[in-house]
Each structure stands twice: as structure tokens, then as C-alpha cells.
């Protein structure tokens, strides 16, 4: 059963930092490309990142560019999304998914985690 | 590209059928895709590439549209549909999704 568990999410304090982890089992984690997707509180969906099978190709989203950083390790078959200079409107839960393509990032979300939250509030 | 979604909330009752519409700011290639999200859930995947039923999506469920415009249909409203549904696009770069249609209870 393909299945993606996050992890890493709190309560901290605008400025603070937070990594988020996403354990992923049953299927050739190295093939696919992993994205992160954020809910705020009440509203939509909202892509954030995404990262190639290899790590080779990130891309982020505007909200987001140069206080997130993601990872992944193949090895673990782990995603990591490294949150700094958090916001109050970064806080939200944010999903691990799956891209349904074998290589490439242009995919769609076929598989999603439950999500882990983030609250930023002094 | 900006996705509109409408209505932003439908009433209807089980067994009655459901049009979910969403428009494009841009053509989208026929690369539409449809979420459901029930309360407390993470989103799953419906349908992707304008009509394709993902793996277990039961056939009451189906999608169409071209260019701008799309469309989820529920033929028959089962209580277990009653949940909020996006579309999302992976034509242009960066991926975007819609903000949403309520299918509630009437």
C-alpha cells in the first residue's frame, strides 16, 4: 500500500523555523517526484514545492521562495521542507504527495499524505 | 493560471445530481484535475487529465470540458460524496487549484 506520513509540525513563533518530514513507503520512492501542498485554516489548497525524483529539479512556489527550502533522501525514501522566517500566513497543514508521473515534476498529486500542522503565532 | 470555481456551495439531496463547474484564465490543455476533500481528510484524487477516473473512483463520478472549461459531475449523490471539491491545473507552471465547490446536504 503506497502510504506518505508527515511530520515536524508545531507551534513557533513568527521568525522562528520548523523541518517537516514525509516518510514514504510502497512503491520506487526514487522514480517520482514529491510535492508539498498547504491548507490555511478554512480555505483551499495551495501548492508549495515540489522536487524531482533526483533532487535535481525544486521549484517553489512566489509565497514561499527563499524561506523554504526542500529535500528529499532516496536512501530513506524521505521528503524534508525546511521552513524558515516563518509568517502568521504560513501556518496551515501541509500535505506530502505523490506525483502520478514516472519522472518529471509536471505530474499530478496521485497519492497524499494526512497532513501535519504548522501554527505560527506569538 | 487563475481556476474560478462555481458554485462556491451546491445543496442538493442524495440521489440528485451534481454539476461542478471550473474555468480557466487560460486554455489548459485538457490538464485538469479533480480533488474531493471531506472534513478532517487530506484531498484524493477523482479524476485526472479532464476525464479519467482514478484507480477506485466509482463511475457516478465523471469529468469533461475543454479549453477554459470544465466540469465534475456526480450522477447520483451518494452521503459519502458530500464533501468539498477542487480542480487543479498542471498545464501551465506553476500548478494551481480552484478554491473550491461545497456539495452539501440539502
Known amino acids: 500500500e503506497v502510504q506518505l506520513v508527515e511530520s515536524g509540525g508545531g507551534l513557533v513563533q513568527p521568525g522562528g523555523s520548523l523541518r517537516l518530514s514525509c516518510a514514504a513507503s510502497?512503491?520506487?520512492?526514487?522514480?517520482?517526484?514529491m510535492y508539498w501542498v498547504r491548507q490555511a485554516p478554512g480555505k483551499g489548497l495551495e501548492w508549495v514545492s515540489v522536487?524531482?525524483?533526483?533532487?535535481?529539479?525544486?521549484y517553489y512556489a512566489d509565497s514561499v521562495k527563499g524561506r523554504i527550502t526542500i529535500s528529499r533522501d532516496n536512501s530513506k525514501n524521505m521528503v524534508y521542507l525546511q521552513m524558515n522566517s516563518l509568517r502568521a500566513d504560513d501556518t496551515a497543514v501541509y500535505y506530502c504527495?505523490?506525483?502520478?508521473?514516472?519522472?518529471?515534476?509536471?505530474?499530478?498529486?496521485?497519492?497524499w499524505g494526512k497532513g501535519t500542522t504548522v501554527s505560527v503565532s506569538s | 493560471i487563475v481556476l474560478t470555481q462555481s458554485p462556491a456551495t451546491l445543496s442538493l439531496s442524495p440521489g440528485e445530481r451534481a454539476t461542478l463547474s471550473c474555468k480557466a484564465s487560460?486554455?489548459?490543455?485538457?490538464?485538469l484535475v479533480w480533488y474531493q476533500q471531506k472534513p478532517g481528510q487530506a484531498p484524493r484524487l477523482l479524476i485526472y487529465?479532464?476525464?479519467n477516473r482514478a484507480t477506485g473512483i466509482p463511475a457516478r463520478f465523471s469529468g469533461s470540458g475543454s479549453g477554459t472549461d470544465f466540469t465534475l459531475t456526480i450522477s447520483s449523490l451518494e452521503p459519502e460524496d458530500f464533501a468539498v471539491y477542487y480542480c487543479?491545473?498542471?498545464?501551465?507552471?506553476?500548478?494551481?487549484f480552484g478554491g473550491g465547490t461545497k456539495v452539501e446536504i440539502k
Open positions: 504527495a505523490k506525483s502520478n508521473m514516472l519522472r518529471g515534476v509536471r505530474g499530478f498529486m496521485d497519492v
Open positions: 510502497g512503491f520506487a520512492f526514487s522514480n517520482y517526484a
Open positions: 522536487i524531482s525524483e533526483s533532487g535535481g529539479s525544486i
Open positions: 487560460q486554455r489548459v490543455s485538457g490538464l
Open positions: 487529465d479532464t476525464s
Open positions: 487543479q491545473q498542471r498545464s501551465n507552471w506553476p500548478p494551481t
